[in-house]
């Protein structure tokens, strides 16, 4: 969509080539708000399935992409379609690279979750059929926790034995690998906003609910970097970096926000290294 008559952002995007030509620019189809709706569809039959492929690389080319990320958020109980519709896109992509001779890449964004990960994906399957897998690790706590909690995590707590050791970037990063992903392809995904809750006191404590919206993003419970930056130097506050989980935290009056900062972002990159 163009800006009072000039370029629109496809084409705003694509000039970042002209400073970095080996810049592989993707384009995303899905994601949170968008879920099954359309996926669904699509999956319905071969058909609908190559015809889908077919009006991707149409897409794609159109607007110079390199290629398709498929953010399906999520394909619960339609894992066998879900590796269909991967195995559809890389066949019609190599079939129109012997023709292009400028292959188009593919790319998954999935879930850190345990519960997700088992009900949705074919890991072993699919991972063979794109070219890296982005792993969303994060959204680990949020407004429908019962506590407080770290949402980007990288480690859990030293000790624990419950189901909540799960929920850290590293158990994920672990558990699609044994599932089969090659550790080449896969990309940790980092969360540049926070998570905000009604609490007070340390992680882990009773949560009343969602902190108040942000001025900017409007979600209650959820707040960009920036917006959480403006807070912490507006109130003259102190961050608390928690050593075990690698993410740093801020107690706001009555709430408790949980986010990624420079260190944790910098522990993050050691990590991946």
């Not at 958020?73 to 879900?82: D, L």
């Not at 009604?198 to 209650?220: D, H, I, L, N």
């Not at 507006?234 to 690698?246: G, H, R």
Request: proline share 3%.
């Amino acid at each position: 969509i163009g800006i009072d008559n000039g370029p629109g952002l496809y084409e705003r995007i694509m000039v970042l080539k002209l400073m970095n030509p080996s810049l592989k620019i993707l384009l995303a189809v899905g994601g949170w708000a968008q879920g099954s709706k359309g996926f669904d569809s699509v999956v319905e039959s071969d058909e609908t399935m190559e015809k889908f492929a077919r009006n991707s690389i149409l897409f794609l080319r159109k607007w110079n992409f390199d290629g398709l990320d498929v953010d399906w958020e999520f394909p619960i109980i339609k894992k066998v379609e879900f590796t269909k519709l991967l195995e559809e896109l890389r066949i019609a992509f190599d079939s129109e690279n012997k023709l292009s001779n400028n292959r188009l890449e593919l790319s998954i964004a999935v879930s850190g979750g345990q519960a997700t990960i088992d009900t949705a994906y074919e890991v072993d399957k699919i991972s063979q059929l794109v070219d890296f897998v982005n792993l969303m690790a994060y959204d680990f706590h949020g407004s429908w926790s019962s506590k407080t909690g770290f949402h980007s995590a990288l480690y859990p707590k030293t000790g624990d034995t419950t189901w909540e050791n799960t929920l850290n970037a590293d158990w994920s990063v672990n558990y699609w690998i044994k599932k089969g992903c090659p550790k080449e392809k896969l990309i940790l995904g980092l969360a540049f906003y926070g998570r905000g809750f009604k609490a007070s006191g340390q992680v882990g404590s009773p949560s009343g609910g969602s902190s108040k919206a942000g001025f900017y993003t409007k979600e209650a419970g959820f707040l960009s970097y920036f917006e959480i930056c403006q807070i912490i130097k507006k109130n003259n506050l102190v961050e608390n970096y928690d050593s075990e989980f690698a993410v740093p935290s801020v107690q706001y009056g009555s709430e408790w926000i949980g986010y990624e900062n420079q260190e944790s972002i910098i522990t993050k990159a050691s990590y991946i290294k």
